[in-house]
């Protein structure tokens, strides 16, 4: 039995109101709050780059922008527990992030992702995800544009639309699909849970989706976080990354926005621990098949089961 906890923190130093390590004090915010994260691992003023010690060795100076954007002021509430009007506005505010980091020179690219969970090193529960502006692109952004440019070239189709293809004639790793968008354990999954939720149409980045786009990818992500948390009655850890098209200044027709979560857990006591194959060997061993983690996912049902307890205590 997890014990609930208090919508407000005193300690806390994303709660409203609360001072942070640098002393400054949040706003007493209702919504959203970005800011400027007090402990960055990327600055405008970031140490030179080591002198590498060898020809062979390359260094360079990792600069740009770390910020927090805690989703909304209740201590006590997941991503999962919020309305779909208010996973939109989140979506809102990460166009507009993407959007105003995106356009510094200095900053190649934008990470928008959220750790959650103590079993992916998060030790304070308030909702909060974190952005790394960057003046170099991430390893998997860069080959996600690499591979999907290839693609297109050879065969005139974006990869990720004939992802979305194939996922929908087999069906059966599907888990959530509307007017515009969808979520699927695809075919290539390494973690038991792992979970693409995208909008069907190609968009490089999260700035490009429309209005009703964003509403039914609100409804999308709210769904399949409804889903994780009903699966054990637990809070569901994961590692949420969006992927997006860098902002170097290159094109990139190729890219397709999309969400990536990457659960840790393939029990509710069991971590998926990288080892031998993976850390040693560098390949990714999967210890489940994605259509038996989907089934179990398309199983259970899409009103939070603390909603359902509350609605259950209330009579109704
Ligand atoms: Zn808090
Ligand atoms: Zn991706």
């Not at 507009?96 to 103590?118: C, M, P, S, T």
């Not at 069907?200 to 990818?217: F, G, V, Y």
């Not at 409804?219 to 590692?239: G, H, M, Q």
């Not at 259970?300 to 259950?312: D, E, F, G, P």
Request: glycine fraction near 4%.
């Amino acid at each position: 039995m997890q014990v609930p906890l208090p919508t407000y923190v005193e300690d806390c130093y994303l709660c409203p109101g609360n001072r942070r390590v640098d002393g400054q004090r949040n706003p007493a915010y209702r919504q959203t709050f970005v800011f400027e994260n007090d402990l960055p691992c990327v600055a405008s003023n970031a140490p030179p780059a080591r002198r590498p010690a060898s020809p062979l060795y390359r260094s360079a100076d990792a600069r740009g922008f770390a910020r927090v954007v805690c989703y909304t002021p209740r201590h006590d509430l997941t991503l999962a527990e919020l309305d779909e009007a208010r996973i939109e506005a989140l979506l809102r505010v990460w166009q507009a992030q993407y959007a105003e980091l995106g356009d510094h020179l200095d900053v190649a690219h934008v990470l928008i992702f959220e750790n959650k969970g103590e079993v992916v090193g998060v030790s304070n529960p308030h909702p909060h995800c974190q952005i790394y502006a960057t003046n170099f692109v991430f390893r998997t952004i860069e080959s996600e544009a690499r591979v999907s440019k290839r693609h297109l070239e050879k065969t005139g189709r974006i990869l990720f639309q004939d992802v979305i293809d194939a996922e929908r004639r087999d069906a059966r790793r599907l888990l959530a699909e509307n007017d515009s968008a969808i979520a699927f354990i695809p075919y290539f999954a390494r973690y038991a849970y792992e979970t693409y939720v995208a909008p069907k149409e190609t968009h490089p980045n999260i700035a490009a989706l429309s209005k009703s786009e964003l509403r039914d990818l609100a409804a999308i992500l709210k769904e399949v976080l409804v889903r994780f948390d009903n699966l054990w009655r637990t809070s569901f850890p994961y590692v949420m990354t969006l992927h997006q098209a860098p902002t170097d200044g290159g094109l990139y027709p190729s890219m397709h926005f999309h969400i990536e979560f990457h659960p840790p857990l393939r029990t509710p006591t069991l971590l998926k621990y990288l080892a031998g194959p993976e850390i040693g060997g560098g390949n990714f061993l999967s210890d489940t098949s994605p259509e038996e983690k989907a089934a179990e996912l398309q199983a259970v049902s899409t009103v939070h089961y603390k909603q359902a307890r509350r609605s259950k205590a209330a009579g109704r």
